[in-house]
Each structure stands twice: as structure tokens, then as C-alpha cells.
């Protein structure tokens, strides 16, 4: 069982918990992901890492309720336990196993949107330590929606905000902020990351291979059993195929068949729906 040490709400339907999970803890590195269950029967949930603190034993998740099995873990209160919190799994991040020399000067740009802002925190922190130059762009649909502001800034050399409504930062796309930093302020970056909804990553992938922009996004979403064992996470990738839990998370966006991700990101909402309706029928959170 691992216990529920903090929970608290950053924006609607969005829930960060900090658990107590000291071996999970010692190993994870930025970009990794575990796999959550609520209790014995529970659905198992692939989840990016949002933090871990080595020396308190802590990993920090953040949950969004869409589904039946997200809505039971955030029902779920600080001294509850978690069934399972099994990890870190997947590939850290490229740049961690750069060494200092070539991290050196280097300067990445990230690109979150909505509850995908949580696993950007860890990378943009682990670079900030080494001294590396990280800008951020967050987008959301309304400023209601933000998540992790305040703890990018402290990390982030430059944060950018983007809303669809233009109720904080720029309105627009985190697409036109990309443009504007490269087109009218002249910004050079060596790496682009993206997480988030899977057609903001496809845009972004779309407008920094115009640049020659290489560019990484985490297709941590496809993820059913975490463990390369059901091939739900299959996609194509360069023309082969690869399994998400297993060959990534991170995957070159230039060569991501995303109209295929898509596809298959969408294959289970029937039956998400009646999952759903069951657990709201029998009060289950």
C-alpha cells in the first residue's frame, strides 16, 4: 500500500497527490511514468512522474478525472492508501544521459498543455540543476485551467503563457508563440519537448519540422498495461512499430504517424462511457 501524504486540486478535475513511495522515489528520473491502481479491482493507470523527492520517499502524481478509474483515485484522501504504485517505468528523458560537455550551452524549449504542464516540471527542474536553458510555454483554454505556473517560473529561464480566450499571456495556440520567439525575436533552440493533448502535439510537431526544429513528445496516453504485455500502446513511429510502455515514453514527433495515435487513443470511449455510467449507478466515488 502506498499512502496518500498530500492531496490538493490545481484547477478542475485536475489532482495532485504526493505518495509515499521511497523505492519508486530513489530511481525515478524526468520523463519516467508508474503505473497506479486505487485498490485490489481498480484499472491500471499509466501516470507521468510530476516530481519525486529522493530524501523524503515521495513521488508526485497528477491525475485528471475523465474516467471512472481517474474519479476513483481522486476520490481518495490524504491518509488513504493506493493498491499499487508500481515504477518508475519507460525511458528517462534523452538529455539525462548527456554528459556535462555536451549539455553544455545547449537550450531546449518546452511545450505543455493542460495536465501535460505536470510532467514537463520535472525535466525543466532537472535541467534548471545542471544549468541548462530551459524556456516553457503552457497552454490552456482559459487561465482557470493552468496548472504549475508558479513552479515552472522558478525553474524555467523564460515562461510563456498562451489561452485560447486571451484570459492570461498571449491568445492563440502555443503554435503562435513558438513562431513568434523563432520569427520575430530570434530565438534558437537546439530541442523542442511537447506534452500534452495529442493534436496539440501533432500542430507543434507540424509547425518546428518547418524550422528543422528537432523536436520530442510523450505519447504516455496510449499506455494501458505499462508493461509491453497487451500491445495497446503500439504506434508507428519512422515507419516501424513500437510499443509506448516499453520503447519509449519520448518518441521523435517528426516521425510519429499521429492520425494513427489518434485513432487508437479513441478505439475504447464506448466502452470508457459504460464504465462510467456503471460506477455514477452504483456511487463508487
Not at 499571456?169 to 502555443?174: D, E, P, Q, R, T
Not at 470508457?272 to 463508487?284: F, G, M, P, R, S
Amino acid at each position: 500500500m502506498f499512502k496518500i501524504l498530500e492531496k490538493r486540486y490545481l484547477a478542475e478535475n485536475i489532482c495532485l497527490m504526493r505518495i509515499e513511495a521511497p523505492r519508486v522515489a530513489r530511481s525515478a528520473q524526468p520523463g519516467q511514468f508508474v503505473i497506479v491502481r486505487a485498490d485490489e479491482v481498480g484499472e491500471r493507470i499509466p501516470l507521468t512522474i510530476a516530481d519525486y523527492d529522493r530524501e523524503a520517499g515521495t513521488v508526485t502524481i497528477v491525475t485528471q478525472t475523465i474516467g471512472a478509474s481517474t474519479k476513483k483515485i481522486c476520490a481518495l484522501n490524504e491518509g488513504d492508501s493506493l493498491a499499487d504504485l508500481a515504477g518508475p517505468l519507460g525511458n528517462p528523458s534523452e538529455f539525462v544521459k548527456m554528459t556535462p560537455e555536451k549539455l553544455k550551452g545547449r537550450r531546449y524549449l518546452f511545450v505543455a498543455g493542460g495536465v501535460g504542464t505536470a510532467p514537463v516540471y520535472p525535466q525543466v527542474k532537472w535541467l534548471h540543476e545542471h544549468g541548462v536553458e530551459a524556456d516553457v510555454i503552457i497552454g490552456a483554454k482559459t487561465s482557470s485551467l493552468l496548472i504549475y505556473t508558479e513552479e515552472m517560473r522558478k525553474v524555467a529561464s523564460n515562461l510563456y503563457i498562451a489561452t485560447d480566450d486571451g484570459s492570461v499571456g498571449a491568445k492563440g495556440l502555443v503554435t503562435d508563440v513558438i513562431k513568434d520567439l523563432i520569427d520575430n525575436k530570434g530565438v534558437r533552440y537546439d530541442e523542442c519537448v511537447a506534452i500534452g493533448p495529442m493534436i496539440m502535439m501533432k500542430f507543434v510537431a507540424l509547425t518546428t519540422k518547418a524550422y528543422s526544429l528537432k523536436t520530442t513528445v510523450s505519447l504516455n496516453a496510449l499506455m494501458v498495461d505499462g508493461t509491453g504485455m497487451c500491445g495497446a500502446c503500439r504506434v508507428s513511429v519512422g515507419g516501424k512499430t513500437l510499443f509506448t510502455c516499453v520503447d519509449g515514453p519520448e518518441f521523435d514527433a517528426h516521425e510519429v504517424d499521429f492520425d494513427e495515435a489518434m485513432r487508437r487513443q479513441a478505439m475504447f470511449r464506448e466502452q470508457e462511457h459504460t464504465a462510467n455510467e456503471k460506477a455514477h449507478k452504483c456511487n463508487c466515488f
